[in-house]
């Protein structure tokens, strides 16, 4: 498939997550920063506490999942800068049905100003390029932040699965939203 290096938009690029300490020092500082706004949505927030945990799924994620052609993570930086945003990661690649999910996580402190829907448009973008048919993003249906990602960036509600896990932080069931785009509504 070979996704590029790096991806430039208008206001963000998005560059490979290739594992090193450095990167790993720089998310740890955003996570913490944005933990607690993590934390009800995204399980990995609980564990991810220290530059070793972050260079652990850079490494054992990021670069294993790059080199097997089953996962892409992208770091999100600012154009101007580069100032380290989140990042946007297209998973779960099933290559038999041309299709794949799109995650993503922002640092608290840059929310709001169009970054993700930036993020996940550019590198829809390059999932469609490469003739995939369906993208598809999860998100807890109490998430409005995430919910609005996906809506703003075109996706339609395939649906919701009722109590399909529980939350993190809560000793909750929590519902999921399906959220898809097809190659034949993108409109690049």
Excluded at 28 to 36: I, P
Excluded at 147 to 157: Q, S
Aim: charge should be positive.
């Amino acid at each position: 498939m070979n996704f590029p290096r790096i991806i430039q938009g208008e206001k963000i690029v998005l560059k490979r997550a290739d594992a090193t300490f450095k990167l790993a020092e720089e998310l740890v500082t955003a996570v913490d920063e944005s933990r607690k706004d993590l934390l009800p949505w995204l399980p990995w927030a609980l564990n991810n506490k220290t530059a070793e945990d972050e260079f652990g799924w850079l490494l054992n994620w990021c670069e294993k999942n790059r080199k097997e052609n089953v996962g892409y993570a992208y770091i999100i930086r600012k154009k101007d800068g580069g100032k380290l945003l989140g990042s946007v990661d297209f998973m779960k690649i099933n290559k038999e049905w041309k299709s794949g999910e799109i995650g993503y996580w922002l640092r608290s402190s840059e929310v709001g100003h169009g970054y993700m829907q930036e993020a996940v448009r550019l590198l829809e973008k390059e999932v469609f390029a490469r003739d995939f048919n369906r993208i598809t993003i999860l998100n807890d249906t109490r998430n409005t932040r995430s919910v609005n990602v996906a809506k703003r960036a075109g996706y339609h509600l395939d649906g919701i699965l009722r109590q399909d896990r529980t939350s993190p932080t809560e000793n909750i069931f929590v519902d999921t939203n399906i959220w898809s785009k097809l190659k034949s509504e993108y409109k690049g």
